[in-house]
């Protein structure tokens, strides 16, 4: 079968001459760094993923992702939105939905956090946070809350206890001053979203939140959106809307917390990736040692007509091909460790288990091309220099004390 000379060549002298063990060594110490920069980079990146989806499912799952209603705060509910949220891209489903801050008072405590009237659809992402009661108890003249487990815990109360709601921006006069909205709500059930909403976040029947606002009938705050991607809402709050209308997302409450987690995993990604540059300038070094090892060999391969773009291709083949094994390896190992990540950590006894949790991985395949993709680029631009060279060694030179 034909082969090019120089990738010919070039893989010969990978593989090294039985007796060069040192040769052997320096090389397949390249690959291996390559390979563990690689691997190491694939698990780390595949578990902030993890990470990042997960505290998408649970907060932005239940927050409000997006809401759109008019500039007053008071936006008229019809059965279908408005056409121009319609037409809005990456949206899945647009719910009326009334919101505000409010304070909840028990007994013995007082805790302030965000009120959220829903209206109970069956697709409703609470519902697979519920720890006891259902999203269907808030029916509508009930005056039923849902709460999430820390807040219950700091108001000292459980399913079915009395607490007090109070919305300050819907006060009105009385003689003895400004009394806010305020009324008493049993508590119907208790969710935990594994985030620190379970603090914050209070949901009602939107109509009941509607009167406790003090909207007029037929009124909500505005029109909730759920995307198919909830960090969509950076290019769609772009959108030019019509007058009187505004734009909410959630970055405003979430929007440190994430960008938080991106930097995070971003400087990871650097740290290690500096790990496969490390182990990339490696390939310098031994194809250096190996120029100089073949410099009267270079000088007969071109005394018999190999020219110089010939000769570098040899040691970038040479160089290279560590690179691309130790990068596919690297990759391939990577995903099948992330993989079992936490099978290994539970054979390890250093697992989550014991906390009711495990490590939450996702691992892109696109990701995992682009990180084994740039490993490869940087092997082949490492070998450039050595192979420019072994590129320029004169043969007379070379050849002169043989």
Same mark, same amino acid.
């Given at each position: 079968?034909? *082969?090019?000379?120089?990738?010919?060549?070039?893989?010969?002298?990978?593989?090294?001459?039985? /007796?060069?063990?040192?040769?052997?060594?320096?090389?397949?110490?390249?690959?291996?760094?390559? $390979?563990?920069?690689?691997?190491?980079?694939?698990?780390?990146?595949?578990?902030?993923?993890?990470?990042?989806?997960?505290?998408?499912?649970?907060?932005?799952?239940?927050?409000?992702?997006?809401?759109?209603?008019?500039?007053? /705060?008071?936006?008229?509910?019809?059965? $279908?939105?408005? #056409?121009?949220?319609?037409?809005?891209?990456?949206?899945?489903?647009?719910?009326?939905?009334?919101?505000?801050?409010?304070?909840?008072?028990?007994?013995?405590?007082?805790?302030? !956090?965000?009120?959220?009237?829903?209206?109970?659809?069956? #697709?409703?992402?609470?519902?697979?946070?519920?720890?006891?009661?259902?999203?269907?108890?808030?029916?509508?003249?009930?005056?039923?809350?849902?709460?999430?487990?820390?807040?219950?815990?700091?108001?000292?109360?459980?399913?079915?206890?009395?607490?007090?709601?109070?919305?300050?921006?819907?006060?009105?006069?009385?003689?003895?001053?400004?009394?806010?909205?305020?009324?008493?709500?049993?508590?119907?059930?208790?969710?935990?979203?594994?985030?620190?909403?379970?603090?914050?976040?209070?949901?009602?029947? &939107?109509? #009941?939140?509607? *009167?406790?606002?003090?909207?007029?009938?037929?009124?909500?705050? /505005?029109?909730?959106?759920?995307?198919?991607?909830?960090?969509?809402?950076?290019?769609?709050?772009?959108?030019?809307?019509?007058?009187?209308?505004?734009?909410?997302?959630?970055?405003?409450?979430?929007?440190?917390?994430?960008?938080?987690?991106?930097?995070?995993?971003?400087?990871? !990604?650097?740290?290690?990736?500096?790990?496969?540059?490390?182990?990339?300038?490696?390939?310098?070094?031994?194809?250096?040692?190996?120029?100089?090892?073949?410099?009267?060999?270079?000088?007969?391969?071109?005394?018999? !007509?190999?020219?110089?773009?010939?000769?570098?291709?040899?040691?970038?083949?040479?160089?290279?091909?560590?690179?691309?094994?130790?990068?596919?390896? /690297?990759?391939?190992? !990577?995903?099948?460790?992330?993989?079992?990540?936490?099978?290994?950590?539970?054979?390890?006894?250093?697992?989550?288990?014991?906390?009711?949790?495990?490590?939450?991985?996702?691992?892109?395949?696109?990701?995992?091309? &682009?990180?084994?993709?740039?490993?490869?680029?940087?092997?082949?631009?490492? $070998?450039?220099?050595?192979?420019?060279?072994?590129?320029?060694?004169?043969?007379?030179?070379?050849? *002169?004390?043989?």
């Amino acid at each position: 079968m034909f *082969r090019p000379v120089s990738l010919f060549i070039g893989l010969r002298y990978l593989q090294g001459r039985s /007796g060069d063990r040192f040769s052997q060594f320096v090389s397949y110490m390249s690959t291996a760094g390559i $390979t563990i920069g690689v691997l190491s980079l694939v698990t780390v990146l595949s578990v902030m993923n993890g990470f990042e989806g997960q505290l998408k499912g649970r907060i932005l799952g239940v927050l409000p992702q997006a809401i759109i209603g008019m500039e007053s /705060g008071r936006t008229p509910e019809s059965a $279908t939105p408005p #056409d121009f949220i319609s037409k809005l891209g990456h949206i899945n489903e647009i719910v009326p939905i009334v919101e505000g801050e409010a304070v909840l008072q028990s007994p013995s405590h007082l805790m302030a !956090g965000q009120m959220v009237g829903i209206n109970g659809a069956p #697709d409703e992402p609470l519902r697979e946070f519920m720890l006891s009661g259902s999203v269907d108890a808030l029916q509508a003249g009930k005056y039923r809350i849902l709460i999430g487990h820390t807040l219950a815990r700091q108001l000292k109360v459980t399913q079915g206890d009395k607490v007090r709601l109070l919305v300050t921006n819907a006060s009105q006069y009385s003689p003895i001053g400004r009394i806010p909205s305020q009324r008493n709500f049993t508590i119907a059930g208790i969710f935990n979203t594994g985030s620190d909403i379970d603090a914050q976040l209070m949901v009602t029947n &939107i109509e #009941d939140a509607a *009167r406790l606002l003090r909207l007029p009938k037929h009124t909500v705050s /505005g029109w909730r959106l759920y995307l198919d991607d909830p960090f969509m809402v950076s290019s769609l709050a772009k959108t030019q809307l019509p007058q009187g209308w505004q734009w909410q997302d959630w970055r405003a409450q979430r929007g440190e917390l994430f960008q938080a987690v991106k930097m995070e995993k971003n400087m990871m !990604g650097l740290m290690l990736g500096l790990i496969v540059g490390v182990a990339a300038f490696n390939i310098i070094s031994a194809l250096i040692m190996v120029v100089m090892e073949k410099q009267s060999e270079v000088a007969i391969l071109k005394t018999q !007509g190999m020219s110089q773009e010939q000769v570098m291709a040899v040691f970038v083949v040479q160089g290279a091909s560590s690179g691309v094994i130790g990068a596919v390896c /690297g990759g391939l190992l !990577g995903m099948l460790l992330a993989s079992n990540l936490n099978s290994i950590l539970q054979a390890f006894g250093a697992s989550l288990y014991a906390y009711g949790g495990q490590l939450p991985v996702m691992v892109e395949p696109s990701q995992v091309a &682009i990180v084994v993709g740039l490993a490869v680029a940087l092997s082949v631009l490492a $070998t450039l220099f050595p192979s420019y060279r072994a590129a320029s060694v004169k043969p007379a030179e070379a050849l *002169r004390y043989e």
